[in-house]
């Protein structure tokens, strides 16, 4: 009689226990931040680079600097380089590589890079600590006419200095 | 005794349901978990694939109206696509063009995102328009002209298909129209004012045609089509503008509006000034 007491005494015990275990487990769970530093860090990155690849498309940037960078200026790195660095905020490293993209009667895409890594904010040797690259393909609608239907395959490295 | 024999009872079914509770959690947690990993960069990317799907469509529509309108005066576009088969003043050559074009835009995709597993394709789909035209009209194949009216549009419309293997997204679909409307509003123009409104896609009022886009008027005489000045353009927001001229356009003489958008896409509307009464 005493032992089956003393059997549910220790059962109670364990669920009482478990009961306050599992409270102070959901308190610590819905308190805590919802994304971990990790999640923050690349997911917002990612947004970054998109949102400034969709501003300089819909402000019709890359048909204007890649119009010249076409006819052979040398100058529309430096340029497309200005554009960037005025639309990530401090701190934050980038590096940008612009294809040409031809795509042949048979299918066959024909990817021809135009820059010579000069659409860059980052010193060489210097190593990005925490980066996100994002990929973006860019069919021209804007002015001027010789650059309409033209496809550029844009690749955009955005992080933090290690 | 029974009583203490049920006190174990219900203390061991509070445990298991506990415990079960717990996994729930757990497994629920780490589903959440993985969908915020996933899909931010699927909704990135598929959002990056759509939009560039639609600049391709808006391109070849661009194309394909400038070509009807006047391929010589927009040539700097329109030699490019020659080699493709695009013949000057021909719509089903520009519609072929596009077909090509499309086709190849899939391939870019494929090859850039292949890491992530992309699939697409693309497809025609029928979209009523009627809607903005005020008549019963369709997209039904690939492309729409309809010109020479006072309400007048040019349109292109396909679906996207696409699939994402890698991060787990299957079955996304869209479909999109792209287009330009001009209405010329008869009631509210006079010999040295018209007033038009201008709408994008599926009806957007389009407030950009002073700083991006352009608009010209041309009256018949003798014939011909001549090019009437405008001296003035005002913006009266809902998609409205009001041109003024800089001469009263003759009365009872056919004119059209020619409208374009930052896109390229071209509208041609036409309507008839008003006969003024005999003295």
Not at chain 1, 80 to 93: F, K, M
Not at chain 2, 96 to 105: F, I, M, N, S
Not at chain 2, 131 to 159: C, K, Q
Request: charged share 20%; proline share 2%; hydrophobic share 45%.
């Amino acid at each position: 009689m005493r032992r089956r007491r003393g059997v549910a005494r220790i059962a109670e015990l364990v669920l009482a226990t478990s009961m306050v275990v599992a409270t102070i487990l959901f308190v610590m769970f819905f308190t805590r931040p919802i994304r971990s530093v990790y999640l923050r860090e690349t997911s917002d990155l990612r947004r970054l680079a998109y949102n400034v690849l969709d501003n300089l498309a819909e402000a019709g940037a890359f048909e204007r600097v890649l119009s010249s960078a076409l006819a052979g200026d040398t100058g529309w790195e430096g340029r497309l380089r200005l554009l960037v660095s005025s639309s990530v905020p401090p701190g934050v490293l980038f590096r940008m590589e612009v294809y040409s993209a031809e795509v042949d009667a048979s299918g066959r895409v024909e990817l021809v890079r135009l820059d010579r890594g000069g659409v860059t904010n980052m010193d060489s040797g210097v190593s990005l600590r925490e980066a996100e690259s994002v990929y973006y393909t860019y069919v021209c609608v804007r002015d001027p006419d010789s650059m309409r239907g033209r496809v550029f395959y844009i690749v955009l490295v955005v992080g933090y200095a290690g | 005794m029974p009583a203490r024999r049920a006190q174990i009872l219900v203390s061991a079914v509070l445990i298991v349901g506990l415990l079960i509770m717990g996994f729930l959690v757990t497994a629920f947690q780490a589903h959440t978990l993985f969908l915020r990993a996933r899909s931010v960069v699927a909704r990135e990317t598929v959002a990056a694939i759509t939009a560039d799907f639609s600049r391709a469509l808006a391109a070849m529509l661009a194309l394909a109206t400038r070509n009807y309108f006047n391929s010589t005066r927009f040539s700097d576009f329109t030699s490019r696509f020659e080699e493709l088969g695009l013949e000057p003043g021909d719509l089903e050559s520009a519609k072929r063009v596009a077909r090509a074009y499309l086709e190849g835009w899939g391939n870019l995709v494929r090859v850039v995102y292949a890491e992530k597993g992309a699939q697409v394709e693309w497809a025609e789909c029928v979209a009523d328009v009627s809607h903005l035209l005020g008549r019963p009209a369709y997209v039904y194949d690939l492309m729409l002209i309809s010109w020479n009216s006072t309400t007048a549009g040019s349109y292109a419309s396909a679906a996207l298909k696409l699939n994402l293997s890698s991060a787990g997204l299957y079955g996304w679909k869209v479909m999109s129209l792209v287009g330009l409307t001009v209405s010329i509003d008869t009631y509210s123009s006079s010999g040295d004012t018209v007033r038009i409104r201008v709408l994008v896609d599926n009806g957007t009022y389009y407030g950009n045609l002073l700083a991006r886009g352009w608009v010209e008027v041309y009256y018949q005489q003798g014939g011909r089509w001549v090019k009437a000045k405008v001296k003035d353009m005002t913006y009266e927001g809902f998609g409205y503008y009001r041109l003024t001229l800089e001469s009263k356009l003759p009365s009872g003489t056919p004119y059209i509006v020619v409208a374009s958008d930052e896109r390229g896409i071209l509208v041609v509307a036409q309507a008839v000034t008003l006969q003024q009464p005999k003295k």
